[in-house]
């Protein structure tokens, strides 16, 4: 079955970086995963697809401060130099045969 | 610019129809797919269902299959999503967003539209 496994919280001082993690199910570990950024009372924005080499391609816009990477089966987004408007929700998505999509749980990440 | 905007926030009863709209703009309507978000209060996102407006090829998540119906209007560059009869346990947050392939993710997200159902 094919699940995303994110934690439910992180923190980071403002002007850090900070890696963010997002697991694929047993079996998964080859698949592609999208991150996206929802920051609070807004609508999600699209920040990268993650490929399972760590090779990324950004959505327009987002600053280089994102990055991407991958290791075996997790995927990991890391933002540099934190802001206070980075404090947001973050998903990743990933999908199988173009209609099985599924979200992972998000992560809350507060910048202190 | 590429927008994708929603429409406005609704207020319900139990049992009564609802149809949302998501246009689109900046770009080729009816070359890439739209895809619709479930959002409930306090919680993650959820994959609904998409559609091709070139073509009106439609797919749904089994969670949500007969329980919405999907479709678009390509001469005004529209998405919709309806309900035929609305629950309590509809009320939640609902974005649609554009993606080039089923293969893809959505690279550019609606402002959501707030469906709030209650007696």
């Known amino acids: 079955q094919l699940v995303l496994t994110q934690s439910p919280s992180a923190s980071a001082s403002l002007g850090a970086s900070v890696k963010l993690t997002c697991t694929l199910s047993s079996g998964h570990s080859n698949y592609a995963i999208a991150w996206h950024q929802q920051q609070p009372e807004k609508g999600p924005r699209y920040l990268m697809k993650?490929?399972?080499?760590?090779?990324?391609s950004k959505g327009d816009g987002i600053p280089d401060r994102f990055s991407g990477s991958s290791s075996g089966a997790e995927r990991y987004l890391t933002i540099s130099s934190l802001q206070s408007e980075d404090e947001a929700d973050y998903y990743c998505q990933t999908w199988d045969t173009g209609i099985h999509v599924v979200f992972g749980g998000g992560t809350k990440l507060t910048v202190l | 610019e590429v927008q994708l905007v929603q429409s406005g926030a609704e207020v319900k009863k139990p049992g009564e129809s609802l149809k949302i709209s998501c246009k689109g703009s900046?770009?080729?309507?009816?070359?890439?797919?739209i895809v619709w978000v479930r959002q409930m209060p306090g919680k993650g996102l959820e994959w609904m269902g998409i559609?091709?407006?070139?073509?009106?090829?439609?797919r749904y998540s089994p969670s949500f299959q007969g329980q919405v119906t999907i479709s678009a209007d390509k001469s005004i560059s529209t998405a919709y999503l309806q309900w035929s009869s609305l629950k309590a346990s509809d009320t939640a947050r609902f974005y649609c967003?554009?993606?080039?392939?089923?293969?893809?993710?959505?690279?550019?997200w609606g402002q959501g539209t707030l469906v709030t159902v209650s007696s």
């Open positions: 900046g770009y080729s309507f009816t070359n890439y797919w």
């Open positions: 993650l490929n399972s080499d760590g090779s990324h």
């Open positions: 559609i091709y407006p070139g073509d009106s090829d439609i």
């Open positions: 967003a554009r993606q080039d392939s089923l293969n893809t993710p959505p690279d550019y």
